[in-house]
């Protein structure tokens, strides 16, 4: 599968303390074990000179106060809060050209990302990051109804149960998007 680095992002989700790492509010081991493989992925498009966006799920205290049905810590328990060691992104990553900061499963709701991709020229999106089945797959459908190219690299993700990431893909391939693995990407300038 080739890719224009030139028009491609590489958007990275929530690789971050309180989902990758063990002592993180949200820890999911197989989150922990993407890591890496989410880290090389990063090297070699940056290596290529595509662009680097990660999102950060930044949740400012007291942001669920007066919600009426839309709750997080509710449904997941206080997690990645505003400043916190939790929030911050897991070591090991090569610097991103960009970061978003998002207060939703999906990191194009009430962001940035969609003008600041538009005004690079950006078409193509691979995805990556954790978990597969919600901000991954939030992240990657908005893309697609967005009208980018989102297509969700499987060998690089995290989740909390493997038929998570099973749901995820399926779900993605079926409806908005397209599936690769890390081994199959080219980064080829047209």
């Known amino acids: 599968m080739e890719f224009d680095p030139d028009r491609t ?22 989150s922990g074990d993407a890591v890496d ?9 940056r290596d290529a000179g595509v662009t680097l966006v990660y999102t950060r799920d ?12 839309y709750d997080e810590f509710e449904r997941w328990g206080e997690h ?6 939790d929030a911050e992104l897991v070591a090991g990553l090569p610097d991103p050209d960009h970061v978003v900061e998002k207060h939703t499963y999906d990191a194009f709701h009430e962001t940035e ?3 600041w991709l538009t005004a690079r020229g950006i078409d193509d999106l691979l995805v990556c990051g954790t ?21 969700v690299v499987t060998d690089a993700l995290g989740y909390i149960e493997p038929d998570h990431k099973e749901y995820a893909t399926d779900h993605a391939d079926w409806l908005f998007g397209e599936l690769t693995d890390r081994d199959s990407i080219d980064f080829a300038p047209n």
């Open 9 to 30: 992002a590489l958007v990275v989700v929530d690789m971050q303390n309180g989902f990758c790492h063990p002592e993180g509010s949200l820890y999911a081991p197989a």
């Open 37 to 45: 493989p989410v880290a090389s992925l990063a090297e070699r498009a």
């Open 58 to 69: 930044v949740h400012p205290p007291g942001q669920f106060d007066d919600t009426h049905y």
């Open 80 to 85: 990645v809060v505003e400043d916190s060691w």
């Open 113 to 115: 990302l969609d003008g």
């Open 131 to 151: 978990l597969a089945n919600v901000c991954v797959l939030h992240t990657a459908s908005s893309a697609g109804l967005r009208d980018y190219r989102p297509v």
